[in-house]
């Protein structure tokens, strides 16, 4: 598919979901299908009520400023320690803090109340009519890895602030609070911590005491890093960023799908149904090392063929599995002394294994467990070390989330299809906090972490006559079920990427 034909689908459907992200902020209404009140009713818990639909509305009282929300993605795209057209914002680095501000300014530009916690999550608030309603949340982030693209997080911010315009102009009131989130750190970049504010949110006590101690490659601090950034926090305020239980009626992202499968398909929309989240392991070998001409090969202890043998058994029994859904990878092997002429006395290799079945993702971990501890007797070297470093659970989407989505696909005309995904979020987190909901938009060929990610602004007023639909015709305020929490493992060490 030509780039440009790409873009312009991927900016229709990107500026749709703006409309969809409205889901979550009112209730379709005036139906008299039953399927469709039962499916509301769900996800309400309370049954619908006519009176209250917003019928004045029509078509053409909302529209999506494409133009404009195109140029604050490229504006937000300079700020960055790399080249155009790359990015490259870490956590509290100067390019950071100014994007910080530049988000900010966005919010309050939408007439939101702004504000920070310690570490740096942004909360911008449009307050409802009734008081002490818990709010519905959306949102993602906005740094980026090093020589990335413009997308990844960003629509799912920007998009959310111009969801609450399109909603303004349309001059809807809620009823209870509408919220964006845009969280501190969900790229592992500077600290090997990867959703740090999400992860702090929901209460990650491991967390807590890892960034007490924390550096980056320069041996800066997590605190001193954060103090440069003008976040004055000390250990204590680490711990107070628990989220309340019942802080958000739900929480929705929206993001690139970050892989080909719908553009592939010629897909609009993509429902996330669960997101997968990564074991990551550290494993050593140590063996004699050597002359490579002088120590003959059935004399060999090489610690460097151990970890080649052990990257092969990580494939091996990834595919053994019997799932699409479960993916391993060997993303670092190091060898000790790294010299053509020496046998490597040492090697040091970090494995990524990822499922949305924990029971059978942790089951591929034992195996490839066995397989070192065989891997080091059969070469007789040394397994110095097999740690598994992270193990978060994965998560799965709110069923009532899942079918209002699917709902307003539907009235929408949006071709849809039902997916994981295997890169986790910021929601991943969040699901331990309220109802959770993911929606996912084709990129172009697939592509994500790259200066190729998604670009181009000339398809943005195609975006907008073929985006709006019929989503705000009939819609009345959302009144949510409480949420009593999920039955999820707490979160045991820190994750190394997303």
């Not at 909302?62 to 990015?87: C, R, W």
């Not at 998009?159 to 809807?172: H, K, M, P, Q, T």
């Not at 110095?384 to 307003?408: C, G, T």
């Amino acid at each position: 598919m030509p780039k440009i034909k790409m873009e312009s689908k991927f900016l229709t459907s990107l500026l749709t979901l703006l409309l969809l992200l409205c889901l979550f902020f009112s209730i379709l209404d005036a139906t008299n299908e039953d399927a469709t009140r039962k499916t509301m009713e769900e996800f309400s818990g309370y049954p619908t009520d006519s009176h209250h639909s917003i019928l004045s509305f029509s078509l053409d009282s909302f529209s999506v400023e494409s133009e404009k929300l195109q140029g604050q993605i490229e504006d937000l795209s300079t700020l960055s320690d790399s080249p155009s057209p790359s990015v490259t914002r870490i956590l509290y680095s100067e390019k950071d803090v100014l994007a910080r501000r530049f988000i900010k300014g966005i919010m309050k530009q939408a007439g939101l109340s702004v504000r920070e916690d310690a570490v740096g999550n942004i909360y911008g608030r449009w307050d409802g009519s009734e008081q002490g309603l818990p709010a519905v949340a959306t949102g993602s982030h906005v740094d980026a890895i090093p020589f990335s693209g413009k997308y990844d997080g960003v629509v799912g911010v920007l998009g959310a602030i111009e969801a609450i315009n399109v909603l303004r102009r349309s001059g809807f009131q809620p009823q209870r609070p509408l919220e964006v989130i845009m969280f501190t750190s969900e790229e592992p970049t500077r600290f090997g911590i990867s959703c740090l504010g999400s992860r702090l949110l929901a209460g990650s006590e491991t967390l807590v005491n890892t960034l007490k101690k924390a550096a980056d490659a320069q041996n800066v601090s997590f605190f001193y890093a954060a103090m440069s950034a003008g976040y004055n926090l000390g250990p204590d305020d680490l711990s107070n960023l628990v989220l309340e239980e019942g802080s958000y009626s739900a929480f929705v992202e929206l993001h690139i799908e970050q892989g080909p499968l719908l553009e592939e398909e010629g897909l609009s929309i993509g429902i996330v149904t669960a997101i997968a989240a990564p074991a990551s392991i550290k494993v050593e070998f140590e063996g004699n090392g050597g002359h490579a001409g002088a120590v003959l090969m059935p004399k060999r202890n090489d610690a460097g063929l151990a970890a080649a043998e052990l990257a092969l058994a990580v494939e091996r029994h990834v595919l053994e599995s019997g799932s699409i859904d479960t993916v391993g990878t060997v993303g670092i092997l190091e060898l000790h002394p790294g010299a053509i002429n020496s046998i490597p006395s040492k090697s040091h290799i970090e494995i990524d294994i990822r499922d949305v079945d924990e029971k059978r993702r942790n089951g591929v971990i034992e195996k490839v467990h066995q397989s070192a501890i065989s891997i080091s007797k059969n070469r007789g070297v040394t397994l110095s070390e097999f740690n598994i470093i992270n193990q978060d659970p994965p998560a799965s989407s709110d069923k009532a989330v899942i079918d209002a989505m699917e709902f307003a696909t539907k009235q929408l005309n949006l071709s849809h299809k039902f997916m994981i995904s295997r890169a986790y979020h910021d929601s991943l987190f969040m699901a331990r906090k309220s109802p959770m909901g993911m929606i996912f938009i084709p990129c172009y060929k697939g592509y994500s972490h790259k200066p190729e990610e998604y670009a181009s602004t000339e398809d943005i007023s195609n975006g907008v006559k073929n985006g709006p639909g019929s989503c705000f015709r009939n819609w009345s305020d959302v009144v949510f079920k409480p949420f009593s929490g999920r039955s999820l493992k707490p979160v045991q060490q820190v994750a190394v990427g997303p």
